[in-house]
């Protein structure tokens, strides 16, 4: 890999920090997530009750762990370290006039430890987190007012942390909504629940519209604060693959990655794609987007394409799949198995060749620097009584993945600026709020229940990573 590349690790504020509530924190709208399962979906209670138990509120205590964590990073030779910034942190109820202080110099105190060791920091500024206030008073990013509220956090840490972060990204995983049949993406993504009689794909464009008029914006107000900052979006990218050669399962395919490219054909390229247009004009959505919010979009692109890949999926023309509420088949009816991919103890299938696949398609589509901030494997690890923990497969599936990402960069010459596999250290699982679902290559004692000491333990993948850094990639 070329000589900067940034090998990292990814985690976002709200599965690790804990300290939900401390120093002037704000409840978010991921503190009102109840923990799921494996098939279980995570409940989103009204308020924060007392009995329940939020799974995210203490997360692996990062707040009082900064220090002994990045030390281990550091140890690791992370060149890179992605996070998000809490917005609750900084302005708890997303409407004040002034920002938290206390919020403000704990990122200080972060980004400082992480530039110490020579870790640049990555930071994306909305990871499934937005104030509950603006959820519950101003119903998310379904009202205008929300953009001029995020805009107003990006300013303040724009001008904060500028000398300290030059990578930024505004929204994670923004396309997670396209997927109206499960209530977690809109709700984490911007805020947004359905009223039984409304049509969900027409609040889903203006809920859509809104947040991509925020994030071209604050690309445009980050540029003249810093125009050195880098700045991208940020999609997951689950490829859609035909079941067979019939031209009937290429269309499919083909019409269901629209369900991809939406967010970032409109981050990247600053205007709305035909397909869109045609879908809205077809169904008589009545969509509230002006001329000025269209030259904002067309102003506010981004440098680059931050992405997470974990795996594919496959659709068969007139295939029928009652299960719409997964997270693994991307709300897809016409999602089908793909029998020559094996997959995770969660069903996430196990796809390597598919990141290379990733990355050359959108190389090819959008001729902009790609940027691989999440890949992994969630897996149950087992603590040995001597403090090991032998986690193979995990290594096995990074060491598939990161050798198709050399073949993508070295053989395709696609622009690859850094990879930061997911959960660096263990944290609590966005879709099913557990802790045994466990990515990381550092161990947390922490279990389901929330029971456990916190502390720390180096998994065998930790060494692994740690020579793959070292040698600047993995020898075919
Ligand atoms: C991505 C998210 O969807 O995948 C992360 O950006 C998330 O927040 C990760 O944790 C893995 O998903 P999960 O559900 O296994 O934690």
């Known amino acids: 890999m070329q000589k900067d590349f940034l090998w990292g690790g990814a985690v976002a504020a709200h599965q690790f920090e804990g300290g939900w509530n401390e120093d002037g924190k704000g409840p978010s709208v991921i503190d009102v997530l109840t923990a799921g399962a494996n098939g279980v979906p995570r409940r989103l209670t009204d308020k924060i009750e007392p009995n329940e138990f939020y799974p995210n509120h203490e997360a692996i205590d990062f707040y009082h762990h900064y220090k002994e964590d990045i030390a281990l990073f550091a140890q690791m030779g992370l060149k890179c370290f992605r996070t998000s910034i809490a917005w609750t942190r900084i302005y708890p109820k997303g409407i004040e006039e002034e920002p938290n202080e206390a919020g403000l110099k704990f990122y200080d105190d972060m980004f400082d430890e992480l530039l110490k060791y020579g870790i640049e920091p990555v930071i994306t500024l909305s990871h499934f987190e937005m104030p509950l206030y603006l959820a519950k008073e101003y119903g998310g990013f379904r009202n205008k007012k929300v953009i001029e509220y995020f805009v107003k956090f990006a300013e303040t840490v724009f001008k904060r942390y500028k000398g300290k972060v030059k990578y930024w990204m505004t929204f994670n995983e923004i396309n997670n909504q396209m997927d109206t049949n499960n209530p977690l993406f809109l709700w984490t993504n911007s805020g947004v629940t359905l009223a039984p009689d409304e049509s969900a794909r027409e609040v889903l464009f203006q809920t859509a519209h809104n947040e991509l008029v925020a994030s071209a914006k604050a690309v445009i107000v980050g540029k003249q604060i810093d125009p050195e900052f880098k700045i991208g979006c940020m999609v997951s990218h689950v490829p859609i693959y035909p079941y ?62 931050g992405f997470s890949y974990y795996m594919s999926t496959t659709v068969k023309a007139g295939a029928k799949n009652d299960n719409l509420e997964t997270t693994t088949n991307g709300g897809m009816e016409n999602a089908v198995e793909n029998p020559y991919i094996k997959s995770s103890d969660w069903g996430w299938a196990i796809d390597p060749v598919g990141l290379r696949y990733t990355l050359n398609n959108l190389y090819e589509r959008y001729q902009k620097p790609l940027f691989i901030v999440e890949n992994g494997f969630g897996a149950v690890d087992q603590l040995e009584a001597d403090g090991t923990i032998h986690d193979q497969a995990r290594i096995d599936y990074l060491t598939a993945h990161i050798k198709e990402m050399q073949k993508a960069v070295d053989y395709d010459g696609v622009e690859l600026m850094g990879y930061t596999p997911w959960g660096i250290i263990d944290l609590v699982s966005f879709t099913t709020g557990e802790m ?41």
Request: hydrophobic letters at 30%.
């Open 244 to 305: 067979s050669c019939d031209p009937m399962d290429m269309q499919v395919a083909q019409e269901a990655m629209h369900e991809r490219y939406f967010f970032p054909d409109v981050q990247v390229r600053g205007h709305y794609p035909n397909y869109a247009k045609k879908e809205w004009e077809r169904q008589g959505y009545n969509l509230d987007i002006t001329p000025e919010e269209l030259a904002l979009l067309k102003q506010g692109t981004v440098d680059y394409i």
């Open 436 to 476: 045994k679902k466990r990515y990381g290559m550092i161990y947390v004692d922490r279990d389901n229940e929330g029971k456990g000491t916190m502390k720390r333990y180096k998994k065998d993948s930790f060494a692994w990573y740690q020579q793959v850094i070292k040698d600047n990639g993995i020898k075919p």
